[in-house]
């Protein structure tokens, strides 16, 4: 599965990205879906995530009521729309999907097989 990540960059405190996640040849069908982030210096950690069936939705704590993931009705496109943006959301965002991650297990970078290259989003104060 590849995956490409667009969407990121610049932005002032408070504004707004549409991150996108497309994926090649096939649709997400089946595939648990999620974003991650990367701060310099710190551990790759889940932003928000769509379970195999898509029926369920997962946020960090951290992003709860700023953040939403979506996906188009291909199911070939996933999409973050990032609100209310903070200096602390700075970081690499990278999407990633696989077929057997589990809804218990979805926050967890290592479950995931399939990743894309990450797209950068710096909120500046």
Known sequence: VQL???GGGLVQVGGSL???????GRTFRGYAVAWFRQAPGK??????????SGGRTSYADSVKGRF??????????????????????????????????ITSSQTMAAQYDYWGQGTLVTVSS
Do not use: H, W
């Open 4 to 6: 490409q990540a667009s």
């Open 43 to 52: 551990e790759r950690e889940f932003v928000a995530g769509f379970s195999r």
């Open 18 to 24: 549409r991150l996108s996640c497309a994926a090649s």
């Open 68 to 101: 939403t993931i979506s996906r188009d009705n291909a199911m070939n496109t996933v999409y973050l729309q990032m609100n209310s943006l903070k200096p602390e959301d700075t970081a690499v965002y990278y999407c990633a999907v696989d077929p057997s991650v």
